[in-house]
């Protein structure tokens, strides 16, 4: 990994989950998902992950083929706009597709891999720990808790820490919604020893604020580890992405000179969740999260419609409602004036 990329993630920084810019008869809109990664960077992303759930799994489907050229785009922009930015691929498949995967993301020029254990379902902790092993040994990973109700599956204590032992390991995605596995993955990079080599980001989009202000104080061999979440790597983070990275830097500002949180920081959490719950589609079991986060990018014009590869998603009944009253109640967490600024150069 380079010891660029590697400083950037360490120190806690803001990488997006890359959308899926397709137009009307779902084909890639190359020059809307360029404009797509120039907005991250410019809005001030740390970093960018690319074929994620949020850039859509389906894109490594025969009948898409998408996965290479998504990736390559992303990897393009980056090289060009931000070279420092930490570059990570999602890794997705049983063991032989995950290897592939990570080949290709390393061959483009990325740090590391976002390792899925989706395809996995009923894989025992050392089947699980050999194919993060085997894919670690193309490309640097990144682990994910990925909550259930999205297709992720859980994963215990013993299997954090089995996976905190592969050298191969520099950061993770904690991303369960839920706070006892949370607990358990804090825990497991605490009592490996390795809490300032593995970089704990959160992934729980319905909990950003409180993840990144805590100190998690793990008591580990008689002596107390304190382990931070240093940045996020979110869904949510896809749009409204210039105050997301101001939210990151008054939170870090306040976390180094030692200050206490403000109220007012907290009341904001709040409304962030608020806002995560219309986008994401909590009320129907997240069926409407990837049309919700294009919709919110439909709405700031980097995207022309909400169109998914999947034909069956679309908003659920009732959810573009509530993202009209989280739009109209939170103004001051949209960016849409700054998009509108650059937005006839970042399309080009």
């Known amino acids: ?13 803001v990488i997006p989950a890359h959308a899926l810019a397709l137009d009307a008869n779902r084909r890639l809109d190359e020059r809307r998902q360029r404009a797509l990664t120039r907005y991250y960077l ?19 489907d025969a009948e898409h083929a998408l996965l290479r050229p998504v990736l390559e785009l992303a990897a393009e922009e980056m090289k060009r706009r931000k070279p420092d930015a930490v570059r990570i691929a999602g890794i997705c498949g049983p063991t032989g597709q995950a290897v592939a995967e990570a080949e290709l993301a390393a061959g483009l020029g990325y740090d590391a891999g976002l390792v899925s254990l989706a395809a996995l379902p009923a894989a025992g902790q050392d089947e699980l720990i050999a194919h993060c092993q085997a894919v670690g040994e193309a490309i640097p990973l990144v682990g994910f808790y990925l909550q259930p109700a999205v297709g992720g599956r859980t994963l215990d204590r013993a299997f954090w820490h089995g996976f905190c032992a592969l050298e191969s390991v520099v950061a993770i995605k904690v991303a369960p919604f839920d706070r006892y596995r949370t607990l358990d993955v804090v825990r497991a990079v605490a009592e490996s020893g390795r809490a300032g080599e593995i970089a704990l980001y959160t992934g729980n989009d319905d909990h950003i604020v409180l993840d990144l202000v805590t100190p998690y104080r793990i008591p580990v061999a008689g ?15 896809s749009f ?17 000179a030692g200050e206490s949180i403000p109220p007012e920081l907290l009341a904001l959490g709040v409304e962030i969740t608020d806002a995560n719950q219309a986008v994401f589609d909590a009320d129907h079991a997240f069926s409407g999260c ?34 009209d009253r989280v739009v109209r109640s939170y103004p001051h967490l949209s960016d849409n004036d700054f998009v509108k600024e650059h937005l006839d150069v970042w399309i080009r």
């Open 42 to 60: 410019d809005a001030g992303a740390g970093g960018l992950a690319v074929g994620v759930h949020t850039t859509q799994f389906e894109i490594r």
């Open 240 to 256: 409204w992405t210039r105050r997301a990275v101001e939210l990151h830097a008054r939170i870090r500002r306040l976390r180094e």
């Open 290 to 323: 990837l049309p919700g986060i294009h919709e919110m990018l439909r709405r700031s014009g980097l995207l022309a419609g909400r169109w998914c590869l999947d034909r069956t998603l679309d908003l659920s009944p009732g959810q573009a409602e509530e993202i």
């Open 1 to 13: 990994m380079r010891q660029t990329a590697l400083e950037v993630l360490r120190t806690g920084t």
């Open 223 to 237: 002596t107390t580890a304190t382990v931070c979440m240093v940045g996020g790597l979110l869904g949510q983070w």
